[in-house]
């Protein structure tokens, strides 16, 4: 796999991965940068327009919030107060993310969740060598 990017870029993109200031989103998608990948972002023509999309391996990535997608971890504690509408509203975002999922994989979809609490600075390193083995997974399946 060609890199394209400079010994510079590559640095500075690893360095983004590692910082906590970085949004979630973005230190996956510099990870897979600094790896060669090319990708696409939110592509609205996929349903629940997944966050980065590997076209060439059929991969769609979600980063979800912990809090916003009813992740079972302690990040997504509800609130103390109007805690029965916030229930409903994520149980509502739950449900349609259940859906898209679905309808991505009958589309021939392969689909990665990385859930924010994964990317911590203790786990960051483990949760994105599972992804690049997944996309490697799924590259032998596609050759
Ligand atoms: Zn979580």
Redesign the pocket.
Known sequence: MADVLSKEQRAKCMSMVKSKNTKPEIQVRCFLFAHGFRFRLHRKDLPGKPDIVLPKYKIAIFVNG?FWHG?N?R??KLPATNTEFWQEKIKGNVVRDTKNISELQRMGWRIYII????LKPKLIETTLENLLRDIDNAKNYHS
Request: charged letters at 10%; proline letters at 0%; aromatic letters at 22%.
């Open positions: 912990c992740h971890c990040y997504a859930w924010q609490c994964e």
